[in-house]
Nanobody, 126 residues
Framework: QVQLVESGGGLVQAGESLRLSCAAS????????VGWFRQAPGKEREFVAG????????YYAGSVKGRFTISRDNAKSTVYLQMNSLKPEDTAVYYC???????????????????WGQGTQVTVSS
């Protein structure tokens, strides 16, 4: 069982940066793949970025590639999402999610993830 808690959201202007954190409970967190998803008002939740349990694989949605970086510190049971050059269209509730996997890859499919955080709001003003 893993519990996830996101933090670091807030209100920023376009072009600025934010770093989201996802803190996990559970002694086996290092064996979980982790993803960030987001949901904007009136839209479906979408994949943003994912990282495998060893950090050997990372994946990004095309809309954030080159601007966002996902990383993890298994010693701290924490996954980060560094978001640079933020745009108004990045405004959404951001969710951290995880599933247990020793695969070298990470899924972009929402239904693959069985643990979710409560979400943190990111608002980017123009």
């Amino acid at each position: 069982q893993v519990q996830l808690v996101e933090s670091g959201g807030g209100l920023v202007q376009a072009g600025e940066s934010l770093r989201l954190s996802c803190a996990a409970s559970g002694r086996t967190f290092s064996t979980y793949a982790v993803g960030w998803f987001r949901q904007a008002p009136g839209k479906e939740r979408e994949f943003v970025a994912g990282i495998s349990w060893t950090s050997g694989s990372t994946y990004y949605a095309g809309s954030v590639k080159g601007r966002f970086t996902i990383s993890r510190d298994n010693a701290k049971s924490t996954v980060y999402l560094q978001m640079n050059s933020l745009k108004p269209e990045d405004t959404a509730v951001y969710y951290c999610a995880a599933y247990r996997s020793l695969s070298p890859s990470v899924s972009m499919i929402e239904s693959r993830y069985n643990y979710w955080g409560q979400g943190t709001q990111v608002t980017v003003s123009s």
